[in-house]
């Protein structure tokens, strides 16, 4: 059962962010704060639940949360200030979106920079720990699932509506056969294609 909350300063707000380790597409972030009375027992990790439970509790994060944002880092910033950056300027956009200020910020895995001198702390694995984070979690996935399958439409050759990015064999293949497009990440290797 996820803890509802690290301490006790109100609010406090969780943050998550997803595609940090695709090869295309922006990496996204949400910041999510939950009331004192939030449950539900569905709510964990986005990646160990499934896509249909994700989508199920995204509307029920959105109806309940006392505030919820979501911001993108496109791949050409990503490639500009590093992934770790990008991931973490994500983070700091969706917090500031936030229509309230949050007391406190909890943050899963085990980097960050200073938010406007909010207090933070780091937990790795914080999506299977924190409600709240478990929720940024789950929109960060889905809203970052939403975009990848509009731009399928417009380069279909990635499958992306399958790999939604992620470096998979057939990910790979298409890059080799048809080259990037503006969405792949240029600063990403691809080493694996030596073994294709």
């Known amino acids: ?79 500009h200030i590093n992934i770790l950056n990008a991931s973490i300027k994500a983070m700091h956009v969706s917090i500031s979106q936030l229509s309230l200020a949050p007391a406190y910020i909890i943050v899963d895995g085990n980097r960050f920079k200073p938010y406007n001198a909010i207090p933070y702390s780091t937990i790795i694995k914080g999506d299977g720990k924190f409600a709240s984070i478990a929720a940024a979690s789950i929109l960060a996935k889905t809203y970052r699932d939403d975009f990848m399958l509009e731009v399928h439409e417009k380069f279909p050759q990635y499958q992306w509506n399958k790999n939604k990015g992620y470096g998979t064999l057939t990910h790979r293949k298409a890059i080799a056969e048809f080259g990037r497009c503006e969405l792949h990440r240029e600063s990403f290797k691809l080493k694996e294609f030596n073994k294709l």
């Not at 569905?42 to 944002?69: F, H, M, P, V």
Request: hydrophobic share 45%.
């Open 1 to 79: 059962m996820l803890k509802p909350f690290f301490q006790s300063l109100e609010p406090e707000a969780g943050c998550d962010e997803a595609g940090r380790g695709c090869l295309a597409g922006p990496v996204f972030a949400a910041a999510v704060m939950l009331p004192r009375d939030f449950y539900d027992a569905g709510l964990n990790d986005s990646k160990q639940i499934s896509e249909k439970t994700r989508y199920r509790l995204r509307e029920i994060i959105q109806r309940n949360a006392i505030a919820w944002s979501v911001a993108k880092i496109d791949a050409a910033e990503i490639d």
